[in-house]
């Protein structure tokens, strides 16, 4: 029986490659509801969309105040502990800085300075002299929902994990850096207060977007008069309430047509439209086509 020592010169053996408990090769992605502590996992960068809830994250001596919009950037080796966490709800997508690097010296976006800025590790180590280890920030609401979106369907892409998955996933991080990178300079910049008092109004938009939703109820919810809920409300999200009360119904109806065996008809009527033609002209305005093709589009 031949020995390893007595295999033929210069043959060496390739090194087996990691593979994830899916049985697939690993991925240099990964996208989680929750911060992982786990020593590992701060070698890896972490983009966190703080998606719900108010709260706070320390950093070294330093505190912060988050809500609902707020983005929290942090270099790998570097930590934050959230406190609180029950209270905050989050989408973590981390990822192996190695892999970003090789991949984003090849992206127009990566030459801009609003790049740089957030991810500064993308760049060789020299040059990150004096670049924020942990950044956080908090976007208006139209680039903050894009961003979710993309993380979202990232984390489904790595869960399914169909054909072309890696390149589907790789696209949608790299559409996600460019969306972050354009609306950088679109922060948001109000008082944690009203951000508590505007998301009370949000929260009960998510639960009751079904029903008939006014002004006047929201304005209740967030203790605040009809008139000073709608310019704060505008202020803090970018839209007014019925703009997105109604960008929460055609998230939902995109969800159930991806999803749901249900009818056209009945999905509008379950994600709080009373017209079906105004529910498919408006699905037409924000997806680019009918919820027909739409899901049509999705079940290939």
Known sequence: ?????????????????????????????????????????????????????TGSFEVGRRTQEV??????????GYSVRFVQPENLQMRVVSLDVP???AQARHWDIARSANFKALFPFAALRSSQRGAQKV????????????LLALAGEIEREIAEQRPGWRDLASLHFQHLCIAASRGYTQQRRT???????????????????????????LAHAAAM????????????????????????????ASEML????????EICYDC???????????FRRTHGMSPTSYRRIWRR
Do not use: W
């Open 272 to 282: 709080g439209f009373t017209d079906s033609n105004f529910f498919s002209r408006e």
């Open 225 to 252: 008069s009809k008139r000073n809920f709608y310019r704060l409300f505008r202020q803090t999200l970018g839209l007014t309430p019925n703009a997105h009360i109604k960008q929460v119904r055609l998230t939902r």
């Open 191 to 217: 008082s944690l207060d009203t951000d508590r008092r505007v998301a009370r109004a949000v929260e009960c938009i998510d639960r009751n977007f079904r029903e008939e939703i006014t002004v006047d109820a």
């Open 67 to 76: 809500s609902m919009g707020h983005v929290v950037i942090v270099s790998p």
């Open 258 to 265: 991806r999803l749901s065996e249900a009818t056209i008809t």
């Open 99 to 101: 892999a970003f690097r």
């Open 1 to 53: 029986m031949r020995s390893r020592a007595a295999q033929p010169a210069g043959k060496v053996r390739k090194p087996r490659r990691k593979v994830s408990p899916q049985g697939s090769v690993s991925f240099p992605l990964q996208v989680s509801p929750v911060l992982s502590k786990s020593p590992a996992d701060r070698q890896r960068a972490r983009i966190i969309l703080i998606s719900g809830g």
């Open 135 to 146: 950044l956080d920030f908090c976007l208006i609401s139209q680039i903050f929902e894009q």
